[in-house]
Nanobody, 120 residues
Framework: QVQVVESGGGLVQPGGSLRLSCAASGSIVSVNAMGWYRQAPGKQRELVAI???????NYADSVKGRFTISRDNAKNTVYLQMNSLKPEDTADYYC??????????????WGQGTQVTVSS
């Protein structure tokens, strides 16, 4: 089995920073792209940032210049550094990994989510 676990959410004031982490573990052969998504109450889940195994990145326009995605391939871990946070960044943040498991299948594995609240 493969597990994807996020951590690092919480309550922060506008203008503040948070760093999210996501680690994939278990029956993993290799990991392709890893990404962060978010879902605010009453809204659809949206892509925040994604990073390939080679380090190429892509960001939603709403977070460009404020958020930075990075990864540690040796640890199958992806990070999201969030700076200059705004109330509209409030959402549940989910990590997704494109993982080749030991059943020799590519599959999208999702974490359980971590809540980020930006409020004064």
């Amino acid at each position: 089995q493969v597990q994807v676990v996020e951590s690092g959410g919480g309550l922060v004031q506008p203008g503040g920073s948070l760093r999210l982490s996501c680690a994939a573990s278990g029956s993993i052969v290799s990991v392709n792209a890893m990404g962060w998504y978010r879902q605010a109450p009453g809204k659809q889940r949206e892509l925040v940032a994604i990073i390939s195994s080679g380090g190429s990145t892509n960001y939603a326009d709403s977070v460009k210049g404020r958020f930075t995605i990075s990864r540690d391939n040796a640890k199958n871990t992806v990070y999201l550094q969030m700076n200059s946070l705004k109330p509209e960044d409030t959402a549940d943040y989910y990590c997704k990994g494109e993982i080749f498991n030991r059943d020799y299948e590519w599959y999208d594995y999702w974490g359980q989510g971590t809540q980020v609240t930006v409020s004064s």
